[in-house]
């Protein structure tokens, strides 16, 4: 079960925090905009992802006038073991530490902690490219299948050779075999997450929001018989790209209701309640298979919500038994469900009695 019990952040944004200790249930933090509080979640998240959800350059993370950024938290990362994790990330690189041994495998270090968020950004899943899908049924598959790191990183290394032979303009060939062998290890063990996570959603969609029905197909990235026959029928234009056209890095899930295709037919509330939803089943996935409980952020996420909505998902996380993270200008909308209450104040935080 991952919780993080305490937290320390300096230099990253605007955040001034020497020491908090979290609830391991459900923790709201409050405040006027611009105080900080999408920043601490953001924190939270970099100890999870080394990513942030508001921005693809890191280096805006360090505070003006800062070489560094520094997130440090005391986490129990299963069963009654409990260690330090560090990330600083600072102009020159980044540093990761795990009960203060340096580490140098990044991988190793997201590893600990199974982080999920929810964000303004978070309807690009939906609305975004095929690259939004494949990021997210990747985590899925990280934290759920051991084998899976090493099978996406074998296949990442042979699609960039294949790449650097097109753009020498050199034959491919002789990268071919192996570039099919590990894109269809990638592609098979996308394919089993994604049914793990479609046989958990009916479950999620009947807690949270009953009238909905949603189905799910992996596209591999290739139409039409075998990886091989695909690539030489794009031979030729992959010469004048230079780049490899078919294959995992064009992989993409469709997303269907019983009245067509969920993008173009959902509105807006029902976007937000199907990724909430997604999000839910990606966690008990990972419970079920994995025994890994994963820490859930809401940045102003639940405002969104009609009442109704609102209920059923408090209720059904409430029986979940993760520990949650949110913020909000005003908590008193739902006052009854917080085990700790934190106010943010110019980058400070402190815990409200």
């Keep these: ?34 105080a900080g509080k999408s920043s601490v979640l953001e924190a939270i998240l970099f100890l999870g992802t080394l990513k942030s959800f508001r921005t693809a350059n890191v280096q805006e993370l360090i505070a003006r006038d800062a070489s560094c950024a520094v997130v440090r938290a005391t986490a129990e990362v299963s069963d009654g073991l409990r260690c330090v994790l560090a990330a600083e990330r600072c102009k020159s690189g980044l540093r ?88 269809t290890n990638l592609s098979a063990a996308r394919a089993r997450a994604l049914a793990l996570l479609m046989a958990a959603l009916p479950g999620v969609l009947a807690a949270v929001s009953p009238q909905l029905q949603v189905s799910a197909e992996f596209h ?11 690539l030489q029928r794009s031979a030729i234009r992959e010469q004048e790209l230079r780049q490899t056209l078919v294959g995992p890095h064009r992989a993409d899930i469709v997303l269907t209701t019983p009245e067509g295709p969920l993008k173009a037919l959902a509105s807006r509330g029902q976007i937000k309640v ?22 859930l952020l809401f940045d102003d996420f639940m405002t969104e919500l009609d009442g109704a909505h609102l209920s059923l998902v408090f209720e059904y996380l409430q029986s979940f038994g993760h520990q949650a993270f949110f913020t909000t200008v005003d908590a008193r909308s739902y006052p009854d469900h917080f085990a700790a209450r934190f106010v943010l104040r110019g980058g400070q935080l402190s815990s409200v009695v």
Excluded: C
């Design 1 to 34: 079960m991952a919780v993080i019990q305490s937290l320390s952040v300096a230099n990253f944004r605007n955040l001034v925090i020497p020491e908090v200790e979290f609830s391991p249930q459900f923790n709201v933090l409050t405040g006027e905009n611009a």
């Design 96 to 183: 990761l530490r795990m009960n203060q041994e340096p580490l140098s495998r990044a991988s190793e270090f997201i590893a600990q902690l199974p982080i999920l968020a929810l964000h303004a950004q978070s309807d690009d899943l939906l609305l975004a490219g095929p690259d939004h899908r494949r990021r997210f049924l990747d985590r899925l598959a990280f934290y759920l299948l051991p084998e899976f790191f090493a099978q996406y990183a074998q296949f990442n290394r042979v699609l960039k050779q294949r790449n650097a032979a097109l753009k020498a303009r050199q034959s491919v060939h002789p990268w071919n075999e192996l570039f099919v062998r590990h894109a």
């Design 220 to 230: 591999p990235g290739h139409s039409g018989g075998d990886l091989l026959e695909a």
């Design 274 to 295: 199907f990724v909430l939803a997604l999000t839910l089943a990606v966690a008990e996935v990972w419970r079920v298979h994995r025994a890994h409980r994963a820490i």
